[in-house]
């Protein structure tokens, strides 16, 4: 199979042959892996019972999807990467910020995918071969997952789709298999060791597992729809096939692994550490397939992720292709694995990544599906890659391809986000107006949204240097929508 050549350019009629069914295999395949399995561990590790971790990390995950699956049907009127496409929002330029936010999002849940399954597939090996569990081990392990990982991304579409499909089954049968070899030792009271309520209350520990866990799998995915809903005719299948499609896919494809993840956490009485109980207690049956769930489903997981980040990182800089982006930001998230390993403790460093990037990102969101509400799902999609073809004009040029009013607005709801976010080594100073409970994903995305909302929609412009006048930043014709 040859390697994809489309950056984040529009992809053509011809090519967009996939259909709703793919879309739902590549968001089930790709998550059925211990990145996002590990999620579920998070709400035993804050001190919840058996209940209470289901009760939040099922309501964090239905209001996620929610809210962020309609960004699939952007990508599908784009035919581009959400990124891309937000510049119809924040200009041509402006979409620097989607890029970013992208970034952030994909190199995060990359390197801890490596992370996790490398360090299952060491133990999981020294149980098997007494491999030592030195620094040596874990470099090697995390060095063939990031190369495998990398070869899938450079690929592209088409080989993530086809390795999707066959996870999407394989890794159901090995989660399965996993239910019977932990069951005898699962538990549904919370774990002593975990110290108690991580806040001190019910509440606010439920509701930071419900953000964390729960909300935190679709938000990841802010950026990401796009990658596979480009590939999707919008003259073959429509936007409410497409839109339940996003549904459904999400739905099982981060429920499955997570209340999974839930489950063996109890089982495995993991509450300090995930990765090393759950091997310590798998039986020895079942040590293989744990050790092809790791390696393979970490493969499937991060790749995606990756080929995403390759695509954002080449967004930001039209001169590189996507294969030498991708090829950048493996090195760079390969880095962060091992930092990660050596210098912070798994809930911490998940617990701050997913409440900064959500407090970041969600404002992103909302002004993003504003603009989709308001132009009525239709783009221009020459006007899209003034920026890619280092060109200036157009549509989406604004203020020297920026909308002033868009990029401020985001600005505000990601400062009042970190500002009232509440992180292992930081408390913002808004928490003191929440009663100390993390409400930082509702402030950033309710001012984000609503400063947006509330600033002009935009007028047409004169572009000095292209010599065009262009017409209404956001088409208002009908036949878009979400029907």
């Not at 950056?7 to 090519?15: A, R």
């Not at 939040?56 to 952007?74: E, S």
């Not at 390197?111 to 620094?135: E, H, K, Y």
């Not at 990037?357 to 504003?370: E, F, K, Y």
Request: hydrophobic fraction near 50%; proline fraction near 5%.
């Amino acid at each position: 199979m040859p390697i994809e050549q489309r950056g984040v350019d529009t992809i053509p009629e011809e090519e967009r042959t996939s259909g709703p069914r793919d879309l739902v295999s590549i968001l089930l395949g790709s998550n059925l892996c211990l990145g996002v399995i590990v999620f579920g561990w998070l709400p035993p590790s804050f001190g919840l019972d058996w209940w209470s971790s289901v009760s939040a990390v099922v309501a964090g995950t239905v209001v996620g999807v929610v809210f962020t699956a309609p960004l699939a049907l952007v990508s599908l009127r784009t035919g581009t990467n959400l990124s891309t496409s937000s510049g119809a929002q924040f200009g041509v330029r402006g979409r620097l910020v989607g890029s970013v936010v992208g970034l952030l999002l994909a190199l995060g849940y990359t390197a801890l995918t490596v992370w996790i399954g490398g360090d299952v597939m060491v133990g999981v090996l020294g149980r098997l071969a007494g491999l030592p569990q030195g620094g040596t081990s874990y470099a090697i392990v995390y060095g063939l997952l990031a190369a495998a990982t990398v070869a899938g991304a450079v690929y592209g579409y088409r080989v993530l789709l086809a390795m999707s499909r066959v996870l999407a089954f394989g890794m159901t049968a090995l989660l399965a298999l996993g239910v019977i070899a932990y069951a005898p030792h699962f538990t549904t009271a919370a774990l002593p060791e975990a110290g108690g309520h991580l806040l001190g209350g019910f509440w606010p520990t439920w509701l930071l597992a419900a953000v964390a866990a729960g909300l935190s799998g679709p938000i990841a995915f802010i950026t990401l729809l796009g990658d596979y809903t480009r590939y999707i005719s919008p003259a073959r299948h429509s936007s409410r096939r497409v839109l339940h499609a996003t549904w459904l896919g999400l739905m099982l494809g981060l429920l499955v692994p997570q209340l999974f993840g839930t489950f063996t956490a109890y089982a495995a009485r993991a509450a300090a550490d995930y990765a090393g109980p759950l091997v310590a207690v798998a039986p020895t049956w079942y040590l293989l397939p744990l050790l092809l769930a790791a390696s393979a489903g970490s493969v499937g997981n991060a790749g995606l992720m990756l080929y995403s980040m390759g695509l954002d990182l080449d967004a930001i800089l039209p001169r590189a292709s996507r294969a030498r982006a991708t090829y950048v930001v493996a090195v760079v998230a390969t880095a962060c694995v091992f930092a990660g390993h050596w210098f912070s403790t798994a809930q911490n460093a998940m617990t701050s990544f997913v409440l900064l990037l959500t407090a970041i990102g969600t404002p992103w969101a909302v002004i993003t599906l504003i603009g989709f509400a308001r132009c009525g799902g239709v783009y221009d999609a020459e006007a899209l890659q003034v920026f890619n073809r280092r060109a200036r004009g157009g549509v989406y040029w604004y203020r020297a391809g920026w909308n002033v009013p868009a990029t401020v607005s985001w600005a505000a709801g990601a400062t009042v986000g970190v500002l009232a976010v509440s992180l292992p080594s930081y408390e913002g100073p808004l928490l003191v107006l929440t009663g100390g409970v993390d409400c930082s994903f509702l402030l950033s995305g309710l001012v984000g949204g609503v400063a947006y909302a509330l600033s002009a929609p935009g007028a047409a412009r004169k572009d000095p240097g292209a010599g065009e006048a262009t017409s209404t930043p956001c088409p208002t014709r009908s036949g878009g929508g979400w029907a």
